[in-house]
């Protein structure tokens, strides 16, 4: 057994050798001209940024308390992870296409080289192009810290619905923005979400008016492409009474041997019967077979079942960056609110996750579920980590969490760290979870019946995925499928 | 007439536990085979060297099928030169449907083949009918494989997998084994269903039982990871009446050789 496990695990070490980070399609470099800041972090920076975006005195007062806050707090060190100290002075919190210099324009007088760009990341950005008979989905393209265009702004406009940029936002909707920028996330509830209200630079902006069912999927592509730039959105997803929305991100950039910063902040909320459905494919530059390189994920991503009956729904296949720290959380205020996570998580390499989801529980009948998958391949660490947190006034809560973990090879680590507090003895809490690898004997029978390791490999984990990806949109799920094998390519020999 | 599959002189085991000891076999397209012997003879540790499970060694010899040498080819190549391996414990697969695992399967093997992918509404009518004429419930293909599925189920699984890749060589590696009489002979028809001039049969097992439904053109009789005597069907009725005594020798006990018990 020891031996042909050895030759198995040889073999291992020598395939991600060989693959490393060149499996990654999404690596390419645009060349474009930039406007950027020199790198370095200021009151002048955050001033310049606001004044660049032509924004009102309230907002540059938020940015600047926030920076305030910001000087006096410590980067957490709880979590799971281990990178060498950021420095926060060397990096450019502000880079843009010179082409957008004067703001969004409309589709057609978007940069060539940027449509280019997003046209080889799969991503048509013009709206004749998109296929007939598939169903649409509405774009809103990130290029570093500004929009380069959102798409079916018009179409979503008859229904009521706003779809833009942030910094649109900001000028043509400040009350909404004003009403909600902050209010499920604290500009200082750590020193992440500090550092991105001092300096974000765009992102994307959501509002679903009174009884409206979104009639098309919406999402927002965000790309990293500048050297030695930190990217620093936010999003703000606002469901009105009695309405509906699905939305999903993507992300990647370009492979580079520094690592790189991207420190977002994701607002969701959702008021009286309305539902949120917030799905993620994170496909960040991972780094390579050494660790060199990758994006730092440190995210914040809350949603806040502000009224009765309101739902929830996280969806997560987060398969790059070197460093995940993301914990998308659900507050369920409203009585009878409903916040669910389903996550995908797959770590190869040296990449290291620490990723989970917070549910509280304030209102009374609310119920969380939570399936997590954890993947762990090559040398990576991963770690779920989550709570569960019901409060006095949350009679009858309801909880159900499943946490399942999968090892492939012998030098990869796979961490559960859950936290669960119930102060209503009404609460039914249930956890369950598993650790599993895959069997020498499943590759095998896989490998008789004609797959290659590989094939059997991004088959077993897609079966253990199973649950998750059946919630994510269908436009997406066989994307994500493919984006799982590909993630695990090289861990088996 | 060139032989489907050839075996000469095999030596093969795991590290440092030689198993296979010098056994020579040759089986004809259109030829059913049976190779019985008592446990630890090495029947299960010749259908994992012929597969090319990791783990195993062939130190000697040569096993030539369809004219190429196994020895250096992987477990995949083999399956795509049309080798298929019925297991005796079909393994469990959460989450992928026995129709994804099916199709991945044939598709695989026709893209190693340089053929076409099957289409989805194709495999879905060629599943149907396999599953059909096995008597599965068309409810067997959207369940996970084998998760929950009685013995009796895996086994039969097993066949509608050889009935849709239609291997050129099927080992069958004590097919029979945990099934009752009812699932013993709608299995058998399974493989019946599978005989005809050009594909080739190795059925490994353990009782006269099964051969009393799968007619078999040579039964061998193995010990010690050699064959030790060849002959018609009737060798293997003989078999039932005086058992393996004689061919084991005595005393000597030899352990299966599965590198997982070793």
């Known amino acids: ?202 992102g994307s902006f959501v509002y679903i008016p009174p009884g409206v069912r979104c009639p098309m999927e919406l999402s927002t592509y965000f790309r990293i492409n500048e050297a030695n730039t930190g990217q620093f959105e936010r999003t703000l997803v606002i469901a009105d009474k009695g309405s509906y929305v699905s939305y999903l991100e993507g992300c990647t950039a370009p492979m580079r041997d520094e690592n790189q910063l991207h420190a977002a902040v994701v607002e969701l909320v959702a008021l009286e019967d309305a539902e949120i459905k917030y799905s993620t494919v994170q496909n960040w530059y991972p780094g390579d077979v050494d660790g060199k390189g990758g994006i730092y994920n440190f995210v914040t991503k809350r949603g806040d079942c502000r009224e009765d009956r309101a739902r929830i729904s996280w969806t997560q296949v987060e398969t790059g960056s070197a460093v995940t720290w993301k914990y998308p959380s659900c507050i369920l205020r409203g009585d009878g609110s409903s916040g669910e996570f389903y996550s995908i998580a797959i770590s190869n390499n040296l990449q290291q996750v620490d990723s989970g989801t917070k549910m509280i529980h304030l209102g009374k009948n609310t119920s969380s579920k939570i399936i997590s998958k954890g993947i762990s391949a090559g040398r990576s660490s991963n770690c779920y980590r989550g709570q569960v947190s019901v409060h006095p006034k949350a009679t009858n809560a309801r909880n159900f969490t499943q946490c399942d973990s999968l090892l492939i090879g012998d030098k990869c680590a796979a961490h559960t760290v859950p936290y669960i507090e119930a102060k209503n003895l009404s609460a039914v809490l249930e956890h369950e979870a598993t650790t599993s690898k895959i069997s020498e004997d499943q590759l095998f029978f896989c490998q008789q019946r004609g797959l290659d390791a590989e094939e059997a490999v991004a088959l077993i984990v897609n079966g253990f995925c199973r649950d998750v990806l059946q919630n994510l949109p269908m436009e997406f799920a066989v994307e994500a499928q493919k984006l799982v094998g590909i993630s695990l390519e090289g861990s088996v020999g | 007439m060139s032989s489907l599959l050839d075996i000469k002189d095999l030596h093969a085991g795991i590290p440092d536990k030689p198993i296979i000891n010098g056994l020579s076999l040759s089986i004809n397209p259109g030829e059913v085979h049976a190779i019985m012997g008592p446990n630890g003879s090495g029947k299960s540790t010749l259908s994992y060297v012929l597969s090319g499970k990791e783990g195993y060694e062939v130190n000697g010899g040569e096993m030539v099928f369809d004219g190429q040498e196994l020895a250096q080819m992987s477990p995949e190549a083999r399956a795509i030169a049309g080798l298929f391996l019925a297991f005796q414990y079909p393994l469990e697969i959460p989450g992928v449907t026995n129709m994804t695992f099916l199709k991945t399967s044939l598709n695989a093997i026709r893209r190693g083949r340089g053929e076409d992918e099957m289409d989805a509404a194709s495999f879905l009518r060629l599943a149907r009918e396999k599953s059909r004429a096995l008597g599965m419930d068309d409810d067997m293909l959207r369940r996970q494989l084998n998760v929950g599925f009685s013995g009796g189920e895996k086994k039969r699984n097993e066949i509608l997998q050889m009935a849709i890749l239609e291997p ?57 990871g050699q064959i030790v005597k060849s002959g018609g069907p009737e060798l293997a009725l003989e078999l039932e009446k005086s058992g393996y005594a004689e061919y084991v020798g005595g005393a000597e006990t030899a352990s299966e050789g599965s590198p997982a018990h070793a």
């Not at chain 2, 399974?190 to 009782?207: C, D, F, K, Q, W």
Request: glycine content about 6%; proline content about 4%.
């Open chain 2, 168 to 224: 050129k060589l099927a080992i069958l590696d004590e097919t029979d084994s945990g099934l009752d009489i009812d699932a013993l002979k709608t299995v058998a028809e399974g493989v019946n269903a599978l005989r005809s001039p050009e594909h080739g049969m190795l059925v490994i097992t353990h009782y006269q039982r099964l051969l009393d439904f799968i007619k078999p053109d040579v039964v061998h009789v193995m010990a010690k």
């Open chain 1, 1 to 202: 057994m020891s031996e042909a496990k050895a030759s198995i695990d040889k073999e291992t070490v020598e395939q991600v050798a060989q693959f490393g980070g060149e499996h990654y399609k999404y690596g390419f470099t645009t060349e474009i001209d930039m406007d950027r800041v020199e790198n370095g972090l200021s009151e002048d920076i955050i001033r310049f940024i606001s004044a660049k975006k032509d924004e009102p005195q309230w907002l540059l007062d938020w940015r600047l308390d926030a920076y305030e806050r910001w000087l006096t707090m410590d980067e957490p060190e709880w979590a799971h992870v281990d990178y060498p100290k950021i420095d926060y002075q060397d990096l450019c919190y502000y880079a843009a296409p010179k082409s957008m210099e004067d703001g969004p324009k409309s589709l057609d007088e978007v940069d060539p080289e940027l449509l280019k760009t997003y046209e080889k990341l799969g991503i048509p950005l013009i709206e004749q192009e998109m296929l007939a008979g598939v169903r649409k989905v509405a774009v809103d393209a990130v290029f570093d810290s500004v929009s380069v265009g959102t798409t079916f702004r018009d179409e979503l406009a008859k229904e009521g619905v706003i779809f833009c940029s942030f910094s649109e936002a900001v000028k043509e909707h400040p009350d909404l923005v004003q009403k909600y920028l902050g209010s499920v996330v604290p500009k200082s509830d750590n020193y992440f979400t500090a550092l991105n209200s001092a300096v974000f630079s765009d």
